[in-house]
């Protein structure tokens, strides 16, 4: 006697009265295998940071280049570069005083803007912090901050040089009461946009002023504060060059305004690009600083 075998597919419905027919699960498939990816050289990404700036600095130079071909007194690009090349050689010369390198000067204008905007950091940082947390002495002082803080920095430092009668600390004097304004500023702002509720909380958990201020209100206005320092450098250099240009001694406003007196304009040039880069390394600085706390 021969059994017949009947296939029946898996969704076939059951025959009346019978039971139903186990039904083998089906084996798994093996995952399709992911697709390749093809990796392409990101041109915005990698060529225009770097093209974008070359391209603006030789537009420059093309241009002046074209208003210098006919000669004159302002220097041709070349003329300047080679001139710089001849000063950069050997920038820590000392011949005295007053016959110092380049190298020199710009030492000690960075030392100068170190220590007044040092000062301006000590005193405007916690002053700000005073005037975002206390209405009544927000409204005393901003009259007074109003009121000075537009003076230009030659109008300081007559008081400087009247007060220490030295030029080293007059100008240093100008720096710190120049550059203070955007740290108090910046800070008091920051202090002020820190919500309610979190106050709320430290009034509740009857947190100490002081506790306030490390653990709530500091790191909200880190990124506030910040930026008050790093509006407060750029205006720290500025400064520096106008002030030495009047005070005299070492320093690369002194340097541009004694150059100016020989007639050597191409070193006036070089002093413009080596402030205009000094800047922007302080800047760049801070601002890897403030992205750094800022991540965390």
């Given amino acids: 006697m021969v059994a017949a075998v009947f296939h029946l597919p898996a969704d076939a419905p059951p025959a009346d009265g019978a039971a139903p027919l186990a039904v083998r699960p089906a084996e798994p498939k093996a995952p399709a295998p992911a697709p390749r990816v093809e990796r392409r050289f990101d041109a915005k990404r990698w060529v225009l940071p770097v093209a974008a700036p070359l391209l603006g600095l030789a537009l420059l130079i093309g241009v002046w280049a074209l208003l210098t071909q006919n000669g004159g007194s302002f220097p041709t690009p070349k003329a300047t570069f080679e001139a710089a090349v001849k000063l950069f050689s050997d920038p820590f010369y000392s011949n ?48 007074l901050i109003s009121l000075l803080r537009p003076v230009s920095p030659l109008a300081w430092l007559p008081i400087g040089l009247l007060v220490f009668q030295r030029a080293d600390p007059a100008a240093i004097w100008t720096i710190f009461i120049c550059s203070i304004w955007p740290m108090i500023l910046n800070t008091a702002q920051g202090v002020q946009r820190v919500p309610q509720d979190y106050l709320n909380v430290a009034r509740v958990l009857n947190l100490s002023e002081w506790k306030v201020i490390t653990k709530i209100l500091f790191p909200a206005v880190l990124p506030y504060m910040l930026t008050g320092v790093r509006l407060s450098v750029g205006t720290a ?60």
């Fill in 96 to 143: 005295g005083p007053n016959d110092q390198g380049i190298g020199w000067n710009i030492l000690n204008s960075l030392q100068r803007v170190g220590m007044g905007f040092g000062l301006a950091a000590l005193v405007g940082i916690p002053l700000g912090f005073a005037l975002g947390r206390f209405a009544f002495l927000a409204q005393m002082v901003n009259p």
């Fill in 237 to 296: 250099w500025l400064v520096i060059v106008a002030a030495e240009m009047l005070t005299g001694g070492v320093g690369i406003g002194f340097w541009v305004w004694d150059e100016w007196n020989n007639l050597n304009v191409a070193h006036i040039l070089i002093a413009i690009f080596v402030i205009g880069f000094v800047g922007l390394l302080l800047e760049q600085l801070l601002v890897a600083i403030a992205k750094r706390f800022s991540h965390e």
